[in-house]
């Protein structure tokens, strides 16, 4: 079974500052990795998505991740955050092989700060 | 378009009662999901159908049951609801497989308390 692995569970920024959250995934073949986020009472939505090639995916809302295969690694990034960006993220990859369903991490909590 | 459907948004259940949570979609997805969300442990699958009359069990479905009838429909069935199944419930649907794609269209979750 594959997965993936956040490490940060709570983050809080100011506005203005600059985003990076983790995202580790564990494994070697061919890999396709997503971000979904969840925004204060509302469901989930993907945020962006790699499938292959550029390493560098960029998503909604100024949102961008980059894909390091030496790392094992698909963080999101982000130059200035807003206090709109509050919300929590979730990074996710297929389950298994057949790629029928996402497993997620274990999400990080972003507090943005005005 | 109303997506992803859940009823009910709010429920508390006394423990060993069963209840079934509703999940419909109207796209016309043949992938639906059920996911449950813990503080701090991410969401965790509980079962999927790839199609109506096919389930398979997901990362954590001991305590659940599910079927698939149609392809808008994909009920849970909590038997004999015990305070770990205290949680936020989610459906998903997709097109294919979400591993194939990453999209997941998703309700707006059920929150159930077990007391």
């Known amino acids: 079974a594959q997965s993936v692995s956040q490490h940060n569970h709570h983050v809080i920024l100011s506005e203005a500052a600059s985003l990076e959250l983790g995202c580790n995934y564990s494994y070697g073949g061919t890999v396709n990795l997503f971000w979904y986020v969840q925004y204060p009472g509302q469901h989930l939505q993907l945020l962006l998505k790699?499938?292959?090639?550029?390493?560098l995916v960029k998503g909604i809302k100024g949102f961008e991740a980059e894909f390091i295969k030496s790392k094992f690694s698909f963080n999101l990034r982000k130059p200035s955050v807003q206090w709109s960006d509050t919300a929590e993220y979730f990074c996710a990859s297929p389950m298994d092989t057949g790629r029928r369903a996402l497993t997620f991490g274990s999400g990080t909590r972003l507090q943005v700060q005005p | 378009n109303a997506g992803v459907t859940q009823t009910p948004k709010f429920r508390i259940l006394k423990i060993g009662q069963s209840m079934t949570l509703q999940c419909t979609q109207d796209?016309?997805?043949?992938?639906m999901y059920w996911y449950r969300q813990d503080p701090g442990m991410g969401l965790k699958l509980i079962y999927y159908?790839?199609?109506?009359?096919?389930?398979d069990k997901g990362e954590v479905p001991n305590g659940y049951n599910v079927s698939r009838s149609t392809t808008e429909d994909f009920p849970l069935r909590l038997e004999l609801a015990a305070p770990s199944q205290t949680s936020v419930y989610f459906c998903?649907?997709?097109?294919?497989?979400?591993?194939?794609?990453?999209?997941?269209?998703f309700g707006e979750g059920s929150r159930l308390t077990v007391l």
């Open positions: 159908s790839v199609g109506a009359g096919i389930t």
């Open positions: 790699y499938f292959s090639g550029d390493p």
């Open positions: 998903a649907s997709s097109y294919s497989g979400a591993g194939n794609t990453g999209e997941l269209f």
């Open positions: 796209m016309n997805h043949n992938y």
